[in-house]
C-alpha cells in the first residue's frame, strides 16, 4: 500500500491550503484514515480522522478550521484548511488502517499514530505570520 500526499507549500495566516492523499490498490471505504502532522521539536499529533461511514473527528486545535473528506471514488483523502496559523506549520502525514471502526476510528486521533500501520511519506506546510 503506497500513500501520496501533496498539496503542502507555503501560505501566509488567514489563508487556506489542500492536502491531498492519494493511494494505488487502497480503497478508503473500508478504511479509518486520518491526517496526522509533525513540527520541528515537537511530537506527532493527530489532526483529523475519517471513518468507513463518512464520520470525521477532530483535534481541538484546528475544530471549526479543518475539514477531512474522501472523493467519491474513496481512492483520494482531502484535508482542507482554512484561517491557518503560524502554529498549523508542520509535515502533514497521511495514515490508514483497516482494523479501526467507527468511535475507534474518531478517537484514534487522540494518540500519536500508533494505532495506524499505513503511513505517506508527508507533505511540509508552512504558515507565515
Known amino acids: 500500500v503506497q500513500l501520496v500526499e501533496s498539496g503542502g507549500g507555503s501560505v501566509q495566516a488567514g489563508g487556506s491550503l489542500r492536502l491531498s492523499c492519494a493511494a494505488s490498490?487502497?480503497?478508503?471505504?473500508?478504511?479509518?484514515m486520518a491526517w496526522f502532522r509533525q513540527a520541528p521539536g515537537k511530537g506527532r499529533e493527530g489532526v483529523a480522522a475519517?471513518?468507513?461511514?463518512?464520520?470525521?473527528a477532530y483535534a481541538d486545535s484546528v475544530k471549526g478550521r479543518a475539514t477531512i473528506s474522501k472523493d467519491k471514488a474513496k481512492t483520494t483523502l482531502y484535508l482542507d484548511m482554512r484561517s491557518a496559523k503560524y502554529e498549523d506549520s508542520a509535515m502533514y502525514y497521511c495514515?490508514?488502517?483497516?482494523?479501526?471502526?467507527?468511535?475507534?476510528?474518531?478517537?484514534?486521533?487522540?494518540?500519536?499514530?500508533?494505532?495506524?500501520?499505513?503511513w505517506g511519506q508527508g507533505t511540509q506546510v508552512t504558515v507565515s505570520s
Open positions: 490498490r487502497y480503497t478508503y471505504s473500508r478504511n479509518c
Open positions: 475519517i471513518d468507513e461511514e463518512g464520520h470525521p
Open positions: 495514515a490508514g488502517d483497516p482494523r479501526l471502526f467507527y468511535r475507534g476510528c474518531t478517537t484514534a486521533i487522540e494518540g500519536t499514530g500508533e494505532l495506524f500501520d499505513d
